[in-house]
């Protein structure tokens, strides 16, 4: 392990960096505008149609991003992915825009539903473009690891701070002012993004030399079934994301009938994973080179050990505790894996690869939501 201090000089070297930091910060308004949507949707679904519509809006969230997102994510390696992601900012704020708008007209649910979709597509081919698009800014390798654990970082922040604005404004205005706030934050991620220049990044070659997106897709498949190593980091990566799926049911659920504390406490608890998610992000900035697969392995199992511990002790302190190791233990499993898998995959791979695994991973999550809905349902 490195010393704290020498973290800290890695990633302030990683802020003199104009590319890099744009992107991060990028990324923490993206993430944000996610988290905030996500508290929005679930308050607004449980208050239509309780528990089993929170179950349904994580269903539609995910799962067109699961089928989708592997397709679209092969773009950032036919573009620049830098442009690339400035267009999925703008087509993400789009959408929370046209939720608000049919929030504040008419309340229906197909709208904002179906809108839900589309900010999950959105937000799921963000990450990979965004994650393809590190190891063309870092100079070192031991700086790809600081800018992962600096996406990891402000994903922490935008975990916190997006639910944290979310409970406080669905207590005292509604959720279509949610939707707003969160439209405007992929406004300014979209901003961010248009200034950023990949150096030596090669051009988009004319569309007749073009693979088809069918081919570039199966070239990504071939890359995770031919590596072992790949293809366990990415199985393992998606039972992690399904395990996240049940959680983003229990979270709204349990705010409601378990804790008995109320739309806000939705917010506040979902922010609880990302104040852990702070201190695992900074403890992942230690982490060396090398040595990555035990610190994934770790965080793996404390991934999932609190949240079994919550019922036992159904009071907000704990739970909000609990949750907070589990932000802690997310932090440092994005580190470890996407560190990894940056180096196994060749680039021109990249960006389709990382689309297939957060396309498995957002397939997980709505999986894991419906099983969620379905345990509600039999235990109450």
Do not use: C
Request: hydrophobic residues 60%.
């Amino acid at each position: 392990m490195k010393r704290p201090s020498q973290a800290v000089s890695e990633l302030a070297a990683l802020a003199r960096n104009e590319n890099l930091r744009r992107v991060e910060l990028a990324w923490g308004a993206s993430i944000a505008a996610e988290w905030t949507h996500f508290v929005a949707l679930g308050v607004f679904a449980y208050n239509t149609g309780g528990a089993s519509a929170v179950g349904i809006a994580g269903l539609v969230r995910m799962l067109p991003a699961a089928l989708v997102a592997p397709f679209a994510a092969t773009l950032g390696d036919r573009f620049r992915r830098e442009r690339f992601l400035v267009v999925v900012s703008l087509a993400g704020s789009a959408a929370l825009g046209g939720s608000a708008a049919a929030y504040f007209v008419s309340r229906s649910e197909l709208i904002v539903f179906a809108l839900a979709a589309v900010v999950g597509v959105t937000s799921t081919i963000f990450r990979p473009a965004l994650q393809a698009t590190l190891p063309s800014l870092a100079r070192t390798p031991q700086e790809l690891i600081a800018s992962n654990g600096a996406t990891s970082t402000f994903e922490s922040l935008g975990t916190l701070l997006g639910p944290l604005v979310a409970g406080i404004l669905v207590t005292v205005a509604d959720v279509g002012v949610v939707f707003l706030v969160a439209a405007a934050a992929l406004l300014v991620a979209a901003g961010l993004l248009q200034r950023v220049q990949v150096e030596g990044r090669i051009q988009a070659t004319a569309p007749e030399e073009m693979p088809r997106p069918r081919e570039l897709l199966a070239g990504g498949f071939r890359a995770v079934v031919s590596e072992p190593r790949t293809r366990l980091l990415v199985f393992l990566t998606t039972a992690q994301s399904f395990v996240r799926g049940a959680l983003n049911v229990l979270i709204v659920v349990g705010a409601f009938r378990v804790l008995g504390a109320g739309a806000g406490a939705v917010g506040y608890l979902t922010a609880a994973v990302g104040v852990g998610g702070l201190v695992g992000a900074f403890g992942a900035l230690s982490l060396k080179g090398r040595q990555l697969a035990v610190p994934f392995g770790v965080s793996l199992i404390f991934w999932g050990l609190p949240i079994a511990l919550i019922p036992a002790w159904p009071r907000v302190a704990v739970a909000f505790l609990l949750l907070a190791v589990v932000g802690a233990a997310n932090s440092v499993e994005d580190v470890a894996v996407f560190t990894l898998l940056q180096r196994v995959i060749p680039d021109d791979v990249l960006t389709r690869v990382l689309g297939i695994v957060w396309g498995l991973a957002m397939g997980a999550i709505a999986i894991g939501s419906v099983a969620a809905t379905g345990i509600v349902a039999l235990v109450g």
